[in-house]
């Protein structure tokens, strides 16, 4: 890329639509099975025999039912049962295997979704002690054990938003869809039963005592369940020109935060509101024209009562007219898989033109009399779109709309434009290196030296930083980062832009001490004895949702995680959807907290150092934030940018295959441009020769710019944020490069940077 790349003109969209679907849930092993179940009024909450510790007597929840004994017993659950449902949704798709099909492998891209992803392993570990059972403790882990050789090349990543997470997962495979990164995505999630889930549910006395009773009097909370639900998603004109039958058309998709509560919603359903409008826009069709809304209806108080207030909001007098139905009531609540579960059967019910139906309420005990809740027995009826809604912890909503035929959309909705992201703002906080000024001067230093650990004391000059005190430390670095980058892009006093903004985390580890914390004290002491507050900060998407409130943030917040790629996968997200025209304003930031545990556990795997001069890295910790936009927006506005953000690509072949999986993605970035200097992402660990292998089979030259591993240390998903920082903070010259990260799973993602002219200064104002 030795000139600015050409202004990348959008589209009008092209229809997506859904060609598979595969379940596993407690009433079935399969889509159709599960659905017929659902029409014959079966309820799949039954004794959960699974959960690792010895529950209360007579616990039920939503377990899903067990495989055949000789599928791939030598995966964990998670996976297993995962790997099951993406064969079955690819095998619905007439896809049983890519690598015969018509469909490139490496145009094929997994975005899955999950609250917990694999940490039954980490009960396996405090039980045994053994390192080696946290091999499939990270979300990215339990990916690459579903996808193994099922011929997905083109790149995988996992997102988290709480019990929104799957719609999340369906919302960015859209986006990658319409931007032209994949041609097919298997998308959707899942969430495995455990102590873990059950624990903190529990704690947080959102269990009921007695049955699931969805938006009624006196209901008393959520039955945990456990579920996995994949869609095959394409764009209408590929699938069909592989003569894939269309199961329906996804039309519409909307995100939004409540900037409320970590885990309580807005009890007016501001957020949830603004959700689904944002998705009926999209699909171009008004309230009244619903046929069927499939609500998140967890039967818990507050939640249910802020989704019943939404939707009086969102269709006003036709609100008892349009039919709910919660599938909760039958399934338990599968956390992060529930969106893509219920909105399989939404799409089966668009297909049978059949109404499903609210297992255990009646019409008289409805606490909100106009809402009509679809109860009794399931019926033939005219359905033409579906809404479906997903309101996880933290205020995160996403909701989806299905239509049996494509809506023709608004020629101006869907005008083309030039649409480029550029970075316009930049914070640091790593060790001796905190604001731009010391990053810098950390940067342009040699030596290995790493500097001491951050401290309160070093958070304490930022104000959102103070304001989170009982937080995880990856939490409390992210939200120092943003502020010193909403500083920097002189947003910081801008409360309706920053209203309008969306955020994309990432982060590789999450918040591990609470997460250990947390885990060890029902190890030792019992599954009643699990601590509400370190359940609800070491979820995942903590950082998203405190992001949310203490920025006042109400576009969507989502976290990418397990995975080293996952803050470059951030960033390239975010420029998808800056390109795609679903946002102008996105807070990316990645960040990263130290712990014995994870030392110790890279140490079991031979990859961190013995000694200063050995091979393998020394861990570390801290955030790097970037302010992502439009750039056309942020000229407008008289901002001055750091770079543009160029076409992003990745892979996922496997840690054998990772020089071919290198040159694969370098390959695809160069044909957009000369492929210029790459910024790799050292570890001192063999992924260094992996990367030099597949740089020089692609054309390209190494950089020798190694600031991330010898003087930061491994900070694992921020490592490539540090990178970038570097390199438009202290270039050795202003040309374009490519911004490259791998993990050890054989994971590769890359993205093109072009930097503007450097500031003439890096100073930042003083923090106040």
């Known amino acids: 890329m030795g000139s600015p790349e050409t202004p990348r003109l959008m589209p009008h969209p092209e229809p997506i639509v859904i060609t598979g679907v595969g379940l596993c849930t407690s009433l079935g092993i399969d889509a159709e099975t599960t659905w017929q179940a659902v029409r014959s009024n079966q309820i799949g909450i039954a004794t959960l025999t699974e959960v690792e510790s010895a529950l209360p007597i007579a616990s039920v929840g939503g377990q899903a039912l067990e495989l055949p004994s000789h599928y791939r017993p030598d995966l964990p659950r998670e996976a297993r049962?995962?790997?099951?449902?993406?064969?079955?949704?690819?095998?619905?798709?007439?896809?049983?295997?890519?690598?015969?099909?018509?469909?490139?492998p490496d145009r094929c891209f997994a975005m899955l979704g999950t609250t917990l992803h694999g940490l039954r392993a980490g009960g396996r570990y405090l039980r045994s002690g053994n390192p080696a059972?946290?091999?499939?403790?990270?979300?990215?882990?339990?990916?690459?054990?579903?996808?193994?050789?099922?011929?997905?090349?083109?790149?995988?990543?996992?997102?988290?938003?709480?019990?929104?997470?799957?719609?999340?997962a369906i919302a960015l495979g859209v986006t990658l869809l319409q931007t032209h990164q994949a041609d097919l995505v298997i998308a959707g999630g899942y969430d495995v039963i455990s102590e873990y889930a059950w624990g903190g549910f529990q704690a947080l006395r959102l269990i009921s005592p007695t049955p699931l009773r969805?938006?009624?009097?006196?209901?008393?909370?959520?039955?945990?369940?456990?579920?996995?639900?994949?869609?095959?998603?394409e764009r209408a004109p590929t699938a069909r020109a592989r003569g894939a039958r269309i199961l329906t058309h996804l039309t519409g998709w909307g995100e939004s935060a409540d900037a409320h509560h970590l885990t309580k919603p807005h009890p007016a359903g501001q957020g949830a509101l603004a959700a689904m409008r944002t998705a009926l826009g999209r699909a171009g069709i008004t309230p009244g024209q619903l046929s069927l809304i499939t609500a998140h209806a967890t039967g818990t108080p507050d939640n249910d009562s802020a989704?019943?207030?939404?939707?009086?909001?969102?269709?006003?007098?036709?609100?008892?007219?349009?039919?709910?139905?919660?599938?909760?009531?039958?399934?338990?609540?599968?956390?992060?898989?529930?969106?893509?579960?219920?909105?399989?059967?939404?799409?089966?019910?668009?297909?049978?033109?059949?109404?499903?139906?609210?297992?255990?309420?009646?019409?008289?005990?409805?606490?909100?009399?106009?809402?009509?809740v679809s109860t009794g027995d399931s019926s033939p009826r005219p359905i033409t779109h579906t809404l479906n809604t997903s309101l996880g912890f933290g205020g995160a909503n996403t909701c989806v709309v299905l239509s049996r035929t494509q809506v023709v959309a608004d020629p101006q909705h869907t005008a083309a434009r030039s649409r480029r992201a550029c970075i316009t703002g930049i914070g640091t906080l790593l060790p001796g290196a905190i604001g731009l000024p010391a990053f810098t001067a950390r940067a342009a230093t040699a030596g290995s030296t790493i500097a001491p650990p951050l401290t309160d004391a070093a958070l304490a000059e930022f104000a959102m930083a103070r304001r989170a005190r009982r937080m995880s430390?990856?939490?409390?670095?992210?939200?120092?980062?943003?502020?010193?980058?909403?500083?920097?892009?002189?947003?910081?006093d801008d409360p309706t832009r920053l209203a309008a903004a969306s955020c994309l985390l990432g982060s590789m580890h999450g918040s591990i001490g609470f997460c250990t914390d947390y885990y060890t004290q029902i190890v030792r002491e019992g599954i009643l004895a699990a601590n509400p507050v370190l359940f609800a900060e070491g979820v995942p998407n903590a950082a998203s949702a405190h992001m949310s409130t203490a920025f006042g943030i109400k576009g969507g917040c989502q976290t990418i995680i397990g995975t080293r790629t996952a803050g470059l996968d951030a960033l390239s997200l975010a420029a998808l959807r800056i390109e795609s025209g679903a946002a102008d304003l996105v807070l990316v930031a990645a960040a990263e907290e130290q712990g014995e545990i994870v030392d110790n556990t890279y140490a079991h795997f031979g990859l961190t150092a013995a000694h200063a001069d050995s091979p393998g890295f020394t861990s570390s910790h801290g955030s790097v934030a970037f302010v992502v936009e439009n750039?056309?927006?942020a000229l407008a506005r008289g901002a001055r940018p750091w770079a543009v953000l160029g076409k992003s690509a990745s892979a996922l072949l496997g840690p054998a295959c990772l020089p071919r999986a290198v040159a694969r993605t370098l390959t695809k970035l160069s044909n957009l441009g000369q492929l210029s200097r790459v910024i790799g992402s050292p570890s001192n660990t063999w992924l260094d020769r992996a990367e030099s292998r597949?740089?020089?089979?692609a054309g390209g030259q190494r950089s020798t710019h190694n600031v991330p591993t010898f003087t930061l240390g491994e900070v694992f998903a921020v490592t490539p944020l540090i990178a970038i920082a570097a390199s438009l903070t202290v270039p050795s010259d202003s040309t374009p490069f490519t911004?490259?990260?791998?993990?050890?799973?054989?994971?590769?993602?890359?993205?093109?940077?072009?930097?503007?002219?450097?500031p003439s200064e890096t100073a930042e104002p003083a923090i106040s």
């Open 307 to 372: 989704e019943a207030a939404a939707l009086a909001a969102l269709l006003g007098p036709d609100l008892p007219t349009v039919p709910v139905v919660a599938h909760k009531s039958r399934l338990g609540h599968t956390l992060g898989g529930a969106g893509a579960i219920e909105l399989i059967l939404s799409a089966l019910a668009l297909r049978d033109q059949q109404l499903p139906t609210t297992a255990g309420v009646t019409p008289a005990e409805l606490e909100f009399p106009e809402l009509s």
């Open 81 to 104: 049962s995962l790997r099951w449902t993406i064969e079955h949704a690819l095998a619905d798709a007439a896809i049983p295997s890519i690598h015969n099909s018509q469909v490139a």
């Open 739 to 758: 911004s490259l990260c791998t993990g050890w799973d054989g994971s590769v993602t890359a993205m093109n940077v072009e930097p503007f002219l450097p």
């Open 214 to 233: 969805p938006f009624c009097r006196g209901r008393q909370g959520m039955k945990v369940g456990e579920g996995y639900g994949i869609i095959i998603i």
């Open 631 to 633: 750039e056309d927006s």
């Open 473 to 492: 430390p990856s939490v409390r670095f992210m939200l120092a980062a943003a502020e010193m980058a909403f500083r920097n892009a002189s947003l910081l």
């Open 694 to 697: 597949g740089i020089a089979r």
């Open 133 to 168: 059972e946290l091999s499939s403790f990270l979300a990215g882990a339990t990916a690459s054990l579903a996808l193994r050789g099922l011929g997905i090349e083109g790149g995988s990543a996992t997102t988290c938003s709480a019990c929104s997470s799957s719609l999340g």
